[in-house]
């Protein structure tokens, strides 16, 4: 899984701006309103990948240090130097896998995850082991905004998404990227990953409490903000 990642970090950003028609940015956006930091608020992105969401946030809260991490050094590679690029001195990146956060106790305001959630999912253990490091590393009342692709409840849309995922995002990330395992890998995780109330139920299990959830495009994406217990 992680030399998938860093075998598609250079064309990831230009792929997901083809399969989403440039919709992927405005999808990022709605996290980025959730987040009302205080001072001295702390902020985690994980599965930051070349960076789409952190840099918005660190853009928009240029006092705050911002924590971002991924597991791939090809995609941080390609963070670092887009943070570089757009004059952002204010995120620190970190190499490190979900399942075992490098940070102690419970620190952050807020856990942000952009598209990368359905990647933590592969397996039930593996979602689990990042959940409880999610829940750990959130301070009491912190919030962990999640945007990723879900499934419509209209049995005839999700139809037409589950082609487009299937055979339309390997055909269009083959031909943008010239590689085949990433795009079929991501089109499989789509049509796989959980609906709206599975979503909800896997986060519930994991002792988080319901703020707030939307679809976009008839369900396709979710935004969904959770909170952990004020009194945990
Ligand atoms: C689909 S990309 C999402 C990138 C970015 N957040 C965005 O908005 O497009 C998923 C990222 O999650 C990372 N990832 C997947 N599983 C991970 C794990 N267990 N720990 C850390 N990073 C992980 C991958 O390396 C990849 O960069």
Redesign the pocket.
Known sequence: ??GM??S??KS??LV?KVITFGL?EKW?HSALKEITPREECRIL??????????LKIARKFPRLEIDA????PE?LTIADERAKKSGLSNIVFKE????GIKFEGAFFDYVT????F???SFSPE?LAG?LKEVYRVLKPGGRFII?ETSQPPNRFIRALFHFYAKQLVPLAGRIVSRLKTPYNY?GNSIVKFYDEPGLLNVLESHGFKKIKIAPFLFGMVLLCVVEKEASS
């Open positions: 899984m992680q990642f860093d598609a970090a990831y950003v997901n992927d990022r992105d994980i599965c930051t990948g070349p960076a789409d969401l952190v991490l991924d597991y791939s995609m490190c896998d979900v399942t995850v952009s598209f990368g359905r990647n933590l593996n990042a945007i991501l």
